[in-house]
């Protein structure tokens, strides 16, 4: 952590997601309106002192919208890698602990998925599932899982041939403890590294889903379907487009100057 | 200062000092250097790995990295202080007026260059020469480095050259703007015995030719002894001992280079007991040979004519219990790859029979034939999880093999680490908090943990320094003897192979080229590669002793 802290870029991926973890922890609670209720004399309204950050359409309080947004906007991000990640990394370390003609067919047909572009894949894979949140989240892991599977396998493949786990197989030791003892610890840093970075994408594609409608729907609080809510109206008040707007990039560049800032505290080229 | 000896000396350094700014505050890396060299002079700075040589080249030709301070004192080229020079004079002075030999041929060269036009380069730029003088300058340079066909050999991109080929395509580049100094940075490291040996002889040959002076960067003493006229020992950033090689080697005064120079290894300074007596062999090896390509079905339709790629075959030779057989080779003859197939790391064809027992398989290894023979690798960087105490890298193999009850693990820790020399507290300890030496007596430790009856190790004393080298060599003679376990010693060091060995195989090209008693090693009828390698390595004697004070035993 303490190396984390060093680097200038560092510092602002940490402050960033102070805040945006404090708006994710308590969020509902501090919000200063419901969020679903309808101020009818002031919609469309900018930042005011009754409205710290203006109103949308229907007079909600755009601060309120915001907070009570931030729990599911940051759990779906999370949730989203987690589980791509997840899967992603134990096909990744099957494959490069196999080797072979394991690690050739499911490489090729990871490279087949890496093929498409993400955001295509998951829009497919929407489309397959029907919209909603939980949905969306599972075609955000699905896209994620090709591309994880790669990162994992080329870090086992690095620590494979390491002279520690020669020494290992040499002595005898069972295929799994060589795996869990020797491999897993030492190839683990540029996988969670990765991970925190796609936190960040994944937000973004949860919101561009949102904003396509094929994410979280009306009423809910989601970010990007905020953004998408407010465009029709986007010339009479940009603060509707503006704040979440602002929200989901602070989120995804916090996970991002963290991951950055993560994979150089891990690399023991960079620090003395 | 006094003027006149510095217009005389190509290179002066005065009183030198140097640090790298570091997050934990400065760390110099050079103190007070001070040396000269004269034209036509060879000056060597010796000293072990983080003593600050490479660091002195840096600083002499000013490349230095951006957290580098000078601290004071003077570099001067035939009388022109390099310090505050600007970049664009700089590189007028690099190339023309001090040419650079690196320690790896293949990565000083561009790959995606002509070896000649990377010569030709060179010439264009600081002689002002044109596309076709410079042809045929380049020409002439390379003939002049002994490359028998010149003109295909400037047509050639690097990876179609050898190793020493490309050194000697640097060595000409470098020679070939006529500079003032040349600095070698372990010219010979990356190559191997043969090869090196023809590298300093080329060294020699221009240097008559020419009458160049060179700095000579090396940890190599035995080779400083041969090409250098005075020498500079360095430690720790300060030159404790500087002087005619001659003088410096046979009496040196300084407590550093009088360790350095008795850590060398010595063939007449046997370490090991004499060679057990005739005994059923422990184990032996009937025609092993291990394949690191087979064509499959499709390739062999394709291209017919495509071959298998052996590592090493048809090897056959034999251990005796408690014997030390050293292997010796040159880097691709086969013999670390014996080492791993002899520990199932990889598949092998033939058969060993261990204790009685035939194996024909790497997966027919049990856990017993696993436990009695254990691995010691080169890299003490690699060879250990870095992820894991020392204590729980050495309780391993005994939890594995089961050989002390659980409660007495931590004492039998204890135990190895006392057995290595190293205190019982390091078990507690990371890889990354111990020296290199250290690391591989760990590594030493955990092999002989498992109370096997041999032990293979692979290259064990390479990448240490010499003086860690020697302790390392002792400590593993003194081990094998006390536990019994015979040991299969593979090296390219055929010094000090000599030093332990009971009996040398030696390899070239994945095949045994002959095996024979230590004693009888320098015996007429040797197999003349046997022979060569041994006239490549010079023997230094060991400084004031009555007996060998005669110089060189080339």
């Avoid at chain 1, 940051?74 to 690690?103: E, K, M, N, Q, Y």
């Avoid at chain 2, 179609?160 to 490291?189: H, M």
């Avoid at chain 2, 015995?193 to 090396?218: D, H, M, P």
């Avoid at chain 2, 005075?230 to 300060?238: C, K, P, R």
Wanted: charged letters at 20%; proline letters at 6%.
């Amino acid at each position: 952590m303490r190396k984390i802290l060093s680097s200038p870029n560092g510092v602002a991926g940490v402050i960033l997601l102070a805040i945006v973890m404090i708006a994710a922890l308590l969020g509902p609670w501090i919000a200063p309106y419901d969020p679903q209720l309808f101020h009818s004399q002031n919609r469309l309204e900018g930042p005011s002192l009754d409205h710290w950050l203006g109103t949308d359409q229907y007079g909600r309080d755009l601060l309120s919208r915001i907070l009570n947004g931030a729990p599911a906007t940051v759990l779906f991000g999370l949730g989203a890698t987690a589980l791509g990640v997840g899967v992603g990394s134990i096909i990744g370390v099957i494959a490069g602990v196999a080797g072979g003609r394991a690690d050739g067919v499911i490489m090729r047909i990871l490279d087949g998925m890496l093929a498409m572009p993400e955001l295509l894949f998951t829009l497919l894979i929407v489309t397959f599932l029907g919209g909603g949140t939980l949905q969306a989240l599972l075609a955000v892991a699905v896209a994620f899982t090709p591309g994880m599977a790669r990162i994992a396998r080329s870090s086992v493949l690095s620590v494979r041939t390491r002279e520690y786990v020669l020494a290992a197989r040499a002595r005898g030791e069972s295929r799994a403890w060589i795996v869990v003892r020797e491999v897993l610890p030492n190839a683990i840093g540029p996988i969670i590294v990765e991970a925190t970075i796609r936190v960040s994408f994944a937000i973004m594609i949860g919101a561009t889903l949102g904003f396509l409608g094929l994410g979280a729907q009306p009423p809910s609080t989601e970010w990007g379907l905020m953004v998408s809510e407010a465009r029709q109206f986007m010339f009479r008040n940009p603060w509707g487009v503006i704040i979440p707007g602002i929200a989901i990039a602070m989120t995804a560049m916090g996970f991002n100057l963290f991951g950055d800032a993560l994979r150089d505290a891990f690399d023991p080229k960079r620090s003395h | 200062m006094a003027e006149s000896r510095t217009e005389a000396a190509v290179l002066k350094v005065q009183n030198y000092s140097m640090a790298y700014e570091t997050e934990n505050g400065p760390v110099e890396a050079l103190k007070n250097v001070s040396l000269s060299v004269r034209p036509g002079e060879t000056h060597a700075i010796v000293g072990e790995s983080g003593s600050g040589k490479t660091t002195l080249a840096w600083a002499i030709t000013r490349y230095l990295p951006d957290n580098a301070r000078d601290l004071g004192g003077a570099i001067l080229l035939g009388g022109d202080d390099m310090i505050g020079k600007s970049p664009s004079a700089l590189s007028d002075v690099r190339g023309r007026r001090v040419a650079m030999v690196y320690q790896d041929p293949s990565s000083s060269l561009n790959p995606s260059m002509t070896l000649g036009d990377q010569v030709i380069e060179v010439l264009r730029r600081h002689r002002g020469m044109s596309p076709a003088d410079a042809s045929r300058e380049a020409e002439a340079a390379l003939e002049r480095t002994g490359i028998r066909n010149p003109a295909a050999m400037m047509r050639r991109y690097p990876h179609e050259a050898s190793g020493g080929e490309k050194q000697r395509v640097i060595i000409a580049t470098a020679i070939a703007c006529n500079p003032e100094l040349i600095i070698f940075d372990e010219p010979t490291t990356a190559l191997d015995i043969l090869t090196a040996n023809q590298i300093i002889e080329l060294f020699l040959k221009l240097r008559e030719e020419t009458g160049v002076a060179a700095l000579y960067i090396s940890h190599d003493l035995g080779l400083v002894s041969r090409v250098a006229d005075t020498v500079s020992v360095l430690y720790q950033g300060e030159i404790v001992e500087q002087g005619d090689v001659a003088t410096v080697f046979d009496a040196p005064a300084h407590a550093y280079t009088q360790r350095l120079l008795a850590a060398l290894p010595r063939p007449q300074d046997r370490l090991t007991d004499a060679a057990p007596g005739e005994d059923v062999p422990l184990m032996t090896l009937d025609n092993v040979g291990v394949c690191y390509y087979a064509p499959t079905l499709l390739t062999r339709l394709l291209e017919p004519g495509t071959k298998a790629l052996y590592g090493a075959r048809n090897i056959s030779f034999s251990v005796k219990p408690g014997e030390l057989l050293g292997v010796v080779g040159e880097s691709g003859s086969g013999k670390s790859t014996i080492a791993k197939a002899a520990t199932g790391l990889h598949p092998f064809e033939g058969s060993i029979t261990f204790d009685g027992k035939r194996y024909d398989a790497a997966r027919d290894f049990d856990r017993e034939y696993r436990r009695q023979v254990q691995i010691v690798f080169q890299h003490p960087d690699g060879s250990l999880n870095p992820r894991e105490t020392i204590g729980r890298i050495l309780a391993r193999p005994l939890r594995l093999y089961k050989l002390v009850p659980g409660a007495q693990v931590a004492e039998r820790v204890a135990e190895l680490l006392e057995m290595v020399l190293l205190p019982r507290e390091f078990a507690s300890r990371y890889p990354h908090q111990l020296s290199g030496g250290q690391k591989q007596r760990v590594a030493i430790a955990r092999a002989f943990a498992a109370e096997p009856k041999l032990v293979i190790c692979d290259e064990i004393t390479a990448s240490l320094d010499v003086s860690v080298q020697a302790a390392m060599a002792r400590l593993l003679v003194d081990l094998q003897a006390r536990s019994g376990a015979a040991c299969i010693f593979i090296t390219h060091d055929l010094n000090l192979v000599r030093q332990l060995a009971h009996r040398i195989v030696v390899m070239r090209d994945g095949a045994v080229v002959e095996s024979f008693a230590t004693e009888n090693t320098e015996q007429p009828d040797r197999a003349a590669y046997t022979q060569d390698l041994i006239n490549a390595v010079p023997v230094l004697a060991r400084p004031a002793h009555p007996t060998t004070t005669e110089g060189l035993l080339q």
